[in-house]
């Protein structure tokens, strides 16, 4: 059995990458974003954290959250989110007979990826990181167009500007880029 270790630091501030367990060609967490909402919104008022950050993609989602002063429980958080989501869909997905036995849904990957943020520069990047994902993945060409990101709050605060990782444009006009 694997041992798995996080390093935990007390009302700490973590990127998170959770992915679901069917990653290709599955639209589920976009599809169904307002019950991840209201999931999180749910788990939020239950066992606050602050939302630093946040991507949702088709298939995975990406966070900076930072824990209350001397909390360290993230996994509990995930857990509720994951088992309240899950609840709230249809039993359509395939289940080993594994995930049958346990009374799993064959939705999330059992584990999700996190990292303690460390300094300011590692907070930026990881921010960045999140709102730059959608274009990443090729799923818009601009930021902005991308509806499920906290790139649009970062806007509205005046962080980033409405057309922050976009491109030059290519179009040439009499010569010029436009």
């Not at 788990?43 to 946040?54: E, L, Q, V, Y």
Request: include cysteine.
């Amino acid at each position: 059995m694997s041992d798995y270790r996080r390093y935990r630091v007390p009302g700490g501030t973590y990127f998170f990458t959770v992915n679901l367990l069917e990653r290709y060609a599955n639209d589920l967490l976009t599809r169904h974003v307002d019950i991840l909402r209201e999931v999180v919104r749910e788990t939020r008022h239950r066992r606050p954290f602050h939302i630093d950050a946040w991507v949702v993609l088709p298939e995975h989602l990406h966070c900076v959250w930072t824990l209350p002063p001397g909390d360290v429980d993230n996994a509990n958080r995930w857990r509720i989110i994951k088992q309240q989501f899950s609840k709230a869909l249809p039993v359509t997905e395939r289940r080993s007979a594994v995930r049958i036995a346990r009374g799993e849904r064959g939705i999330w990957q059992r584990r999700f990826w996190d990292h303690v943020i460390r300094d300011d520069a590692d907070y930026a990047a990881h921010i960045d990181y999140c709102h730059i994902n959608p274009i990443k993945h090729g799923l818009v060409k601009h930021v902005a167009d991308w509806p499920y990101s906290t790139f649009h709050r970062y806007v509205e605060q005046g962080i980033y500007p409405a057309n922050w990782a976009t491109p030059p444009s290519l179009d040439v006009v009499d010569g010029e880029r436009k």
